[in-house]
């Protein structure tokens, strides 16, 4: 039963978590939305240490507030519907922090977080690919690879397995689903932006959100391409 697709997606840790919940303090609510905002607290306590190391505390808690109180998401952040994601996103940043030590001790829970975000929710991932290739950026990468393998391979592993399931994500892939990549990507953006600057709402009740968030995209790409020709010259 943990391993079990849910829409496709793993979650083993979620599916333990509310199952000792309920084994041991019953239905009450209270857990589960104390769940949700530990979730909350340590995913932006770990952004706030990974973003600060690069750019100072100052500055970092602007967007390190941003999140924390992020009232255009407030339903789903701070509720336990969001917490699988957020506690997939905090170990994934936590492996991004234990990479950073750049010893075998930062490696081992580098590699141990990564895999616990991926079996966490599908989000992990997206931190898996970051871990690959702050791995394959540097010289020693074929020695350090196991970092990023071991994870892969039990997740292909999970989805190999999980194929027999009706609900597996197998049974909800088309081909031509391919095509909408690009819209998809560019819409999630514009609608992260617009929600995190909290434009993603007309005080007249219409959707306005992709109309800012478009904007805001269009902004934080050419900025983002901007410093990335900009940083070799310096």
């Not at 540097?138 to 350090?144: A, S, Y």
């Not at 071991?150 to 609900?167: C, G, I, K, N, T």
Request: aromatic share 8%.
């Amino acid at each position: 039963d943990v391993l079990e697709p849910h829409n496709g997606n793993l979650i083993a840790t979620t599916r333990l978590a509310y199952k000792a919940i309920l084994e041991t303090l019953g239905v009450d609510y209270l857990a589960f939305r104390l769940i949700g905002v530990l979730s909350l607290l340590l995913a932006v306590a770990l952004f706030f240490a990974l973003v600060k190391r690069r750019i100072g505390a100052l500055p970092a808690l602007a967007p390190g507030l941003a999140l924390l109180f992020f009232g255009s998401a407030g339903d789903y952040v701070v509720g336990p519907i969001g917490a699988a994601t957020l506690f997939s996103i905090s170990a994934g940043l936590a492996a991004l922090l234990g990479l950073e030590r750049h010893d075998r001790r930062g490696d081992v829970a580098a590699c141990a977080l990564i895999a616990l975000s991926v079996v966490t929710f599908t989000t992990g991932l997206a931190f898996l690919v970051g871990v690959a290739f702050s791995v394959l950026m540097q010289r020693d990468r074929r020695r350090r690879a196991w970092i990023f393998l071991v994870p892969l391979a039990v997740y292909a592993a999970w989805w190999l397995w999980s194929l027999d399931s009706p609900r597996s994500s197998e049974s909800e892939v088309t081909l031509s689903n391919a095509l909408l990549i690009p819209n998809y990507a560019a819409d999630a953006l514009a609608a992260a932006l617009a929600a995190l600057a909290g434009l993603d709402s007309d005080v007249t009740g219409d959707e306005g959100g992709l109309v800012w968030g478009s904007i805001l995209a269009v902004v934080a790409v050419l900025w983002g391409i901007m410093s990335a020709i900009d940083q070799p010259a310096r």
